[in-house]
Protein backbone atom coordinates (compact mmCIF):
# COMPACT_ATOMS: atom_id res chain seq x y z
CA UNK A 1 0.00 0.00 0.00
CA UNK A 2 1.58 3.71 -0.70
CA UNK A 3 1.48 6.66 -3.36
CA UNK A 4 5.11 7.29 -3.27
CA UNK A 5 6.99 5.76 -6.70
CA UNK A 6 10.67 6.23 -5.17
CA UNK A 7 9.44 3.64 -2.56
CA UNK A 8 6.91 1.48 -4.04
CA UNK A 9 8.20 0.47 -7.30
CA UNK A 10 11.96 -0.57 -6.04
CA UNK A 11 10.08 -2.93 -3.36
CA UNK A 12 7.68 -4.18 -6.77
CA UNK A 13 10.67 -4.71 -8.46
CA UNK A 14 12.80 -6.72 -6.21
CA UNK A 15 10.28 -9.10 -5.17
CA UNK A 16 8.78 -9.83 -8.60
CA UNK A 17 12.26 -10.60 -9.83
CA UNK A 18 12.26 -13.18 -7.22
CA UNK A 19 9.17 -14.28 -8.50
CA UNK A 20 6.86 -12.95 -5.81
CA UNK A 21 3.37 -11.31 -7.42
CA UNK A 22 2.90 -7.44 -6.69
CA UNK A 23 -0.46 -5.29 -6.58
CA UNK A 24 -0.21 -1.96 -5.23
CA UNK A 25 -3.55 -0.17 -3.51
CA UNK A 26 -3.65 2.97 -2.03
CA UNK A 27 -6.27 5.63 -0.86
CA UNK A 28 -4.41 9.80 -2.03
CA UNK A 29 -5.48 11.63 -4.60
CA UNK A 30 -2.10 11.60 -6.80
CA UNK A 31 -1.77 9.22 -10.22
CA UNK A 32 -1.97 5.64 -10.01
CA UNK A 33 1.31 3.82 -10.27
CA UNK A 34 2.32 2.38 -13.28
CA UNK A 35 5.52 -0.57 -13.53
CA UNK A 36 6.06 -3.52 -15.18
CA UNK A 37 6.77 -5.07 -12.06
CA UNK A 38 2.93 -4.24 -9.99
CA UNK A 39 0.48 -6.32 -11.75
CA UNK A 40 -2.39 -4.24 -10.60
CA UNK A 41 -3.29 -0.66 -9.40
CA UNK A 42 -5.91 -0.57 -6.97
CA UNK A 43 -8.18 2.80 -5.46
CA UNK A 44 -9.58 2.10 -2.67
CA UNK A 45 -11.59 4.84 -0.36
CA UNK A 46 -9.79 6.83 2.33
CA UNK A 47 -10.37 5.25 5.68
CA UNK A 48 -10.65 8.41 7.89
CA UNK A 49 -13.28 9.18 5.63
CA UNK A 50 -15.25 5.91 4.57
CA UNK A 51 -14.12 3.41 6.65
CA UNK A 52 -16.57 0.46 5.97
CA UNK A 53 -15.50 1.17 2.81
CA UNK A 54 -12.27 0.89 3.18
CA UNK A 55 -12.33 -2.47 4.98
CA UNK A 56 -14.86 -3.96 2.76
CA UNK A 57 -13.00 -2.71 -0.25
CA UNK A 58 -9.65 -3.63 0.58
CA UNK A 59 -10.67 -6.83 2.17
CA UNK A 60 -12.13 -8.05 -1.11
CA UNK A 61 -8.89 -6.95 -3.48
CA UNK A 62 -6.75 -9.24 -0.98
CA UNK A 63 -9.15 -12.36 -1.21
CA UNK A 64 -9.47 -11.92 -4.94
CA UNK A 65 -5.66 -11.09 -5.80
CA UNK A 66 -4.86 -14.37 -3.31
CA UNK A 67 -2.61 -12.06 -1.19
CA UNK A 68 -0.94 -12.72 1.65
CA UNK A 69 1.39 -9.98 2.35
CA UNK A 70 0.62 -6.31 3.61
CA UNK A 71 3.57 -3.56 3.30
CA UNK A 72 2.47 -0.10 4.41
CA UNK A 73 5.04 1.96 2.15
CA UNK A 74 4.33 5.71 3.87
CA UNK A 75 2.99 7.05 6.95
CA UNK A 76 -0.44 7.54 5.82
CA UNK A 77 -1.12 3.28 5.43
CA UNK A 78 1.18 2.56 8.51
CA UNK A 79 -1.51 4.67 10.44
CA UNK A 80 -4.32 3.04 8.30
CA UNK A 81 -2.85 -0.67 9.13
CA UNK A 82 -2.34 0.58 13.05
CA UNK A 83 -5.83 1.90 13.09
CA UNK A 84 -7.51 -1.36 11.12
CA UNK A 85 -4.88 -3.66 12.20
CA UNK A 86 -7.64 -6.37 13.31
CA UNK A 87 -9.86 -5.92 10.69
CA UNK A 88 -7.08 -8.07 8.42
CA UNK A 89 -4.24 -9.65 10.44
CA UNK A 90 -6.65 -13.23 9.98
CA UNK A 91 -6.52 -12.16 5.93
CA UNK A 92 -2.61 -12.43 5.87
CA UNK A 93 1.07 -10.98 6.98
CA UNK A 94 1.17 -7.17 7.82
CA UNK A 95 4.27 -5.98 7.42
CA UNK A 96 4.25 -4.09 10.45
CA UNK A 97 3.76 -4.80 14.11
CA UNK A 98 0.93 -4.62 16.43
CA UNK A 99 -0.72 -1.28 16.53
CA UNK A 100 0.19 -0.43 20.41
CA UNK A 101 4.15 -0.33 18.87
CA UNK A 102 3.79 0.99 15.98
CA UNK A 103 1.89 4.02 17.90
CA UNK A 104 5.05 4.59 19.18
CA UNK A 105 7.00 6.05 16.25
CA UNK A 106 3.68 7.55 14.76
CA UNK A 107 3.83 9.76 17.89
CA UNK A 108 7.07 11.64 17.35
CA UNK A 109 6.89 12.18 21.28
CA UNK A 110 7.17 9.09 22.58
CA UNK A 111 9.69 7.68 20.34
CA UNK A 112 11.78 10.64 21.85
CA UNK A 113 10.81 10.26 25.40
CA UNK A 114 11.81 6.22 24.94
CA UNK A 115 15.28 7.53 23.25
CA UNK A 116 16.02 9.78 26.28
CA UNK A 117 15.61 6.60 28.61
CA UNK A 118 18.20 4.55 26.24
CA UNK A 119 20.89 7.51 26.89
CA UNK A 120 20.13 8.44 22.75
CA UNK A 121 20.70 12.18 22.54
CA UNK A 122 17.46 14.05 21.11
CA UNK A 123 16.87 18.11 19.91
CA UNK A 124 15.28 19.67 23.19
CA UNK A 125 12.00 20.54 22.31
CA UNK A 126 8.21 21.75 23.64
CA UNK A 127 4.68 20.29 22.27
CA UNK A 128 2.51 23.14 20.94
CA UNK A 129 -1.21 23.03 20.16
CA UNK A 130 -1.52 26.92 18.96
CA UNK A 131 0.02 29.28 17.33
CA UNK A 132 0.05 31.74 20.34
CA UNK A 133 2.34 29.61 21.85
CA UNK A 134 5.19 30.39 20.37
CA UNK A 135 5.48 33.60 21.25
CA UNK A 136 5.70 32.46 25.14
CA UNK A 137 8.73 30.88 24.36
CA UNK A 138 10.64 33.58 22.54
CA UNK A 139 12.65 34.43 25.26
CA UNK A 140 13.01 31.13 26.92
CA UNK A 141 14.13 29.03 23.40
CA UNK A 142 16.83 29.93 21.22
CA UNK A 143 16.26 30.72 17.22
CA UNK A 144 16.44 29.19 14.69
CA UNK A 145 13.28 27.19 15.50
CA UNK A 146 11.66 23.71 13.75
CA UNK A 147 8.28 22.84 13.92
CA UNK A 148 7.11 19.64 12.60
CA UNK A 149 3.68 17.74 13.36
CA UNK A 150 4.46 15.75 16.52
CA UNK A 151 2.03 13.03 15.04
CA UNK A 152 2.10 10.91 11.58
CA UNK A 153 -1.63 11.47 10.64
CA UNK A 154 -3.86 9.26 8.31
CA UNK A 155 -4.87 12.71 6.78
CA UNK A 156 -3.50 13.84 3.91
CA UNK A 157 -3.15 17.65 4.41
CA UNK A 158 -1.54 17.32 7.61
CA UNK A 159 0.22 20.92 8.91
CA UNK A 160 3.69 20.67 7.07
CA UNK A 161 6.96 21.36 8.78
CA UNK A 162 8.62 24.65 8.72
CA UNK A 163 11.16 26.76 10.23
CA UNK A 164 11.16 29.70 12.13
CA UNK A 165 14.49 32.30 12.20
CA UNK A 166 13.09 35.12 14.14
CA UNK A 167 9.88 35.98 16.49
CA UNK A 168 8.52 38.48 13.91
CA UNK A 169 8.23 35.57 11.32
CA UNK A 170 6.23 34.31 13.72
CA UNK A 171 3.21 37.37 14.00
CA UNK A 172 4.16 37.06 9.64
CA UNK A 173 2.87 33.77 9.57
CA UNK A 174 0.41 33.57 12.15
CA UNK A 175 -1.25 37.29 12.27
CA UNK A 176 -3.81 35.42 14.14
CA UNK A 177 -3.88 32.59 16.31
CA UNK A 178 -4.40 29.30 14.82
CA UNK A 179 -5.05 25.61 16.52
CA UNK A 180 -2.59 22.85 15.44
CA UNK A 181 -4.45 19.25 14.61
CA UNK A 182 -2.25 17.52 15.16
CA UNK A 183 -0.04 19.21 18.09
CA UNK A 184 3.07 20.21 16.73
CA UNK A 185 6.89 19.90 17.79
CA UNK A 186 8.85 22.86 18.49
CA UNK A 187 12.52 21.82 18.47
CA UNK A 188 16.06 23.46 18.52
CA UNK A 189 17.82 23.49 14.99
CA UNK A 190 20.20 20.92 14.84
CA UNK A 191 23.24 21.47 13.16
CA UNK A 192 24.90 18.55 10.67
CA UNK A 193 24.01 16.27 7.86
CA UNK A 194 21.26 13.71 7.94
CA UNK A 195 22.03 9.93 8.58
CA UNK A 196 20.07 7.07 7.88
CA UNK A 197 20.44 4.03 9.54
CA UNK A 198 17.82 1.27 8.35
CA UNK A 199 17.84 -2.10 10.03
CA UNK A 200 15.56 -5.11 9.55
CA UNK A 201 14.65 -6.59 12.80
CA UNK A 202 13.41 -9.90 13.84
CA UNK A 203 13.09 -11.27 16.93
CA UNK A 204 14.84 -8.62 18.61
CA UNK A 205 17.70 -9.08 16.31
CA UNK A 206 19.11 -7.15 13.96
CA UNK A 207 19.38 -9.47 10.18
CA UNK A 208 20.34 -6.53 7.86
CA UNK A 209 22.10 -2.90 9.00
CA UNK A 210 22.50 -0.17 6.01
CA UNK A 211 23.41 3.26 6.18
CA UNK A 212 23.27 6.32 3.76
CA UNK A 213 23.84 9.69 4.29
CA UNK A 214 21.82 12.66 2.50
CA UNK A 215 23.98 14.67 -0.15
CA UNK A 216 21.48 17.01 -1.18
CA UNK A 217 17.99 17.44 -0.08
CA UNK A 218 14.28 19.17 -1.36
CA UNK A 219 13.57 21.48 0.11
CA UNK A 220 17.53 22.26 0.28
CA UNK A 221 17.30 23.66 3.81
CA UNK A 222 16.08 20.61 4.56
CA UNK A 223 13.81 17.48 3.64
CA UNK A 224 13.65 14.54 1.84
CA UNK A 225 17.06 12.92 0.11
CA UNK A 226 17.80 14.16 -3.62
CA UNK A 227 21.01 12.72 -3.77
CA UNK A 228 22.42 10.09 -1.47
CA UNK A 229 25.85 8.13 -0.88
CA UNK A 230 25.92 4.77 1.15
CA UNK A 231 28.39 4.09 3.77
CA UNK A 232 29.65 1.66 6.01
CA UNK A 233 27.63 1.33 9.14
CA UNK A 234 29.08 3.43 12.11
CA UNK A 235 29.52 0.85 14.87
CA UNK A 236 27.90 3.37 17.38
CA UNK A 237 25.18 4.56 15.18
CA UNK A 238 24.02 1.02 14.71
CA UNK A 239 24.12 0.29 18.03
CA UNK A 240 22.21 3.18 19.81
CA UNK A 241 20.02 2.32 16.65
CA UNK A 242 19.56 -1.31 17.45
CA UNK A 243 19.03 -0.29 21.26
CA UNK A 244 16.34 2.15 20.27
CA UNK A 245 14.27 -0.22 18.46
CA UNK A 246 14.41 -2.75 20.70
CA UNK A 247 13.05 -0.61 23.36
CA UNK A 248 10.67 0.28 20.78
CA UNK A 249 9.63 -4.02 20.61
CA UNK A 250 9.91 -3.34 16.85
CA UNK A 251 9.70 -6.00 14.23
CA UNK A 252 10.36 -5.52 10.15
CA UNK A 253 12.16 -2.72 8.82
CA UNK A 254 12.62 0.73 10.15
CA UNK A 255 14.65 3.93 9.29
CA UNK A 256 16.50 5.49 12.16
CA UNK A 257 17.39 8.93 11.49
CA UNK A 258 20.27 11.54 13.02
CA UNK A 259 21.48 14.82 12.06
CA UNK A 260 25.37 14.14 12.86
CA UNK A 261 28.29 17.36 12.87
CA UNK A 262 32.00 16.79 13.26
CA UNK A 263 32.32 16.90 16.73
CA UNK A 264 29.49 16.74 18.33
CA UNK A 265 27.41 13.81 19.21
CA UNK A 266 24.59 12.51 16.76
CA UNK A 267 21.12 13.62 17.38
CA UNK A 268 18.41 11.19 17.11
CA UNK A 269 15.26 12.96 14.47
CA UNK A 270 13.03 10.31 14.26
CA UNK A 271 11.93 6.40 13.38
CA UNK A 272 10.77 5.93 9.89
CA UNK A 273 8.98 2.30 10.73
CA UNK A 274 8.60 1.99 7.26
CA UNK A 275 10.58 1.85 3.97
CA UNK A 276 12.04 4.70 3.33
CA UNK A 277 12.83 7.48 -0.29
CA UNK A 278 16.13 5.98 -0.52
CA UNK A 279 14.80 1.99 -0.28
CA UNK A 280 16.48 1.48 -4.07
CA UNK A 281 20.06 2.65 -2.45
CA UNK A 282 20.50 -0.14 -0.52
CA UNK A 283 19.09 -2.65 -3.23
CA UNK A 284 21.45 -0.86 -5.55
CA UNK A 285 24.22 -1.25 -3.49
CA UNK A 286 23.58 -5.56 -2.85
CA UNK A 287 21.22 -5.09 0.14
CA UNK A 288 17.74 -6.18 -0.77
CA UNK A 289 15.80 -5.54 2.30
CA UNK A 290 12.08 -5.51 0.41
CA UNK A 291 13.35 -10.51 -0.45
CA UNK A 292 14.93 -10.67 2.89
CA UNK A 293 11.59 -9.27 4.28
CA UNK A 294 9.12 -11.04 2.48
CA UNK A 295 11.39 -14.43 3.17
CA UNK A 296 11.20 -13.39 7.24
CA UNK A 297 7.51 -13.12 7.35
CA UNK A 298 7.29 -16.60 5.25
CA UNK A 299 9.69 -18.91 7.63
CA UNK A 300 12.63 -18.57 5.20
CA UNK A 301 16.37 -18.48 6.37
CA UNK A 302 17.65 -14.93 3.82
CA UNK A 303 20.90 -14.84 2.50
CA UNK A 304 22.27 -11.41 4.06
CA UNK A 305 25.92 -10.02 2.59
CA UNK A 306 27.72 -9.05 5.27
CA UNK A 307 28.65 -5.95 3.40
CA UNK A 308 27.74 -4.35 0.67
CA UNK A 309 28.90 -1.34 -1.96
CA UNK A 310 29.74 1.27 0.46
CA UNK A 311 30.29 4.60 -1.53
CA UNK A 312 27.41 3.75 -3.64
CA UNK A 313 25.66 6.88 -5.01
CA UNK A 314 21.88 7.37 -5.74
CA UNK A 315 19.48 9.93 -7.60
CA UNK A 316 15.93 10.59 -7.21
CA UNK A 317 15.92 12.60 -10.60
CA UNK A 318 12.64 13.90 -10.19
CA UNK A 319 13.22 15.60 -6.82
CA UNK A 320 16.66 17.01 -8.39
CA UNK A 321 14.90 19.06 -11.40
CA UNK A 322 12.49 20.29 -8.28
CA UNK A 323 15.36 21.06 -6.39
CA UNK A 324 16.80 22.94 -8.95
CA UNK A 325 13.66 24.81 -10.45
CA UNK A 326 13.08 25.87 -6.15
CA UNK A 327 16.82 27.51 -5.71
CA UNK A 328 16.17 29.25 -9.34
CA UNK A 329 13.26 30.77 -8.21
CA UNK A 330 14.50 31.98 -4.77
CA UNK A 331 17.91 32.88 -5.40
CA UNK A 332 16.15 35.89 -6.59
CA UNK A 333 15.73 36.98 -3.00
CA UNK A 334 17.61 35.09 -0.72
CA UNK A 335 21.46 35.06 -0.65
CA UNK A 336 20.89 31.53 1.25
CA UNK A 337 19.43 30.29 -2.02
CA UNK A 338 21.76 31.79 -4.14
CA UNK A 339 25.05 30.48 -2.64
CA UNK A 340 22.91 26.61 -2.34
CA UNK A 341 22.71 27.26 -6.41
CA UNK A 342 26.27 27.93 -6.62
CA UNK A 343 27.18 24.77 -4.68
CA UNK A 344 24.57 22.71 -6.97
CA UNK A 345 25.92 23.62 -10.37
CA UNK A 346 29.38 22.68 -10.47
CA UNK A 347 27.77 19.34 -8.88
CA UNK A 348 25.28 18.25 -11.98
CA UNK A 349 27.74 16.70 -14.13
CA UNK A 350 29.13 14.38 -11.00
CA UNK A 351 25.06 13.74 -9.72
CA UNK A 352 24.21 12.59 -13.22
CA UNK A 353 27.02 10.37 -13.51
CA UNK A 354 25.73 7.05 -15.49
CA UNK A 355 27.86 5.94 -11.92
CA UNK A 356 25.03 6.99 -9.85
CA UNK A 357 22.03 4.54 -9.58
CA UNK A 358 18.21 6.47 -9.95
CA UNK A 359 15.50 6.11 -8.14
CA UNK A 360 13.29 4.73 -10.17
CA UNK A 361 14.61 4.71 -13.87
CA UNK A 362 15.14 1.74 -15.56
CA UNK A 363 15.33 1.21 -19.49
CA UNK A 364 12.99 -1.89 -19.70
CA UNK A 365 10.34 -0.47 -16.80
CA UNK A 366 10.79 3.71 -18.21
CA UNK A 367 7.08 4.49 -16.86
CA UNK A 368 7.57 5.22 -13.27
CA UNK A 369 10.29 8.23 -14.37
CA UNK A 370 8.43 9.15 -17.44
CA UNK A 371 5.35 9.60 -15.45
CA UNK A 372 6.78 11.79 -12.03
CA UNK A 373 8.61 14.20 -14.83
CA UNK A 374 5.57 14.49 -16.88
CA UNK A 375 3.66 15.44 -13.82
CA UNK A 376 6.78 17.43 -12.21
CA UNK A 377 6.74 19.54 -15.51
CA UNK A 378 3.14 20.35 -15.02
CA UNK A 379 3.52 21.52 -11.32
CA UNK A 380 6.55 23.56 -12.32
CA UNK A 381 4.46 25.08 -15.31
CA UNK A 382 1.39 25.70 -13.46
CA UNK A 383 3.55 27.05 -11.02
CA UNK A 384 5.29 30.16 -13.15
CA UNK A 385 2.04 30.81 -14.72
CA UNK A 386 0.51 31.60 -11.36
CA UNK A 387 3.59 33.87 -10.71
CA UNK A 388 3.38 35.64 -13.49
CA UNK A 389 -0.53 36.35 -13.34
CA UNK A 390 -0.10 37.54 -10.03
CA UNK A 391 2.67 39.99 -11.06
CA UNK A 392 0.53 41.18 -13.78
CA UNK A 393 -2.45 41.96 -11.65
CA UNK A 394 -0.45 43.02 -8.87
Not at 222 to 228: K, L, N, Q, R, Y
Request: hydrophobic share 40%.
Amino acid sequence: MGWIPRIVVPIARSLRKNGVPVDVADFALGPPIRSRAIRQFKWIPRPDLARAQFVEQLTRFIREGGHDMLIPTDDQTLTAMMEHYDDFKDLLHIACPPPHIVRLVLDKTLTLDIARTCGIRVPKGHVIRNSAEMSELVDTFPFPWVIKPAEKETRIEETKSFTVATAQEIALRFPVAREFVPPMLLQEYCAGVGVGVEMLMHGGNCLAVFQHRRLKELPYTGGVSVTAIAERPHPALVESSMTLLRALRWQGVAMVEYKVADGCEPVLMEVNGRYWGTISLPISAGMDFPLYHWQVIHGEQPEIPCAYAAGTKWRWTVGYFLRLYSLLVRARNTPEARQALSDTLPDVPRDFSPKVFDATFDLADPAPTLVGFFHAVKYVFSYSVGRLTKRKTS
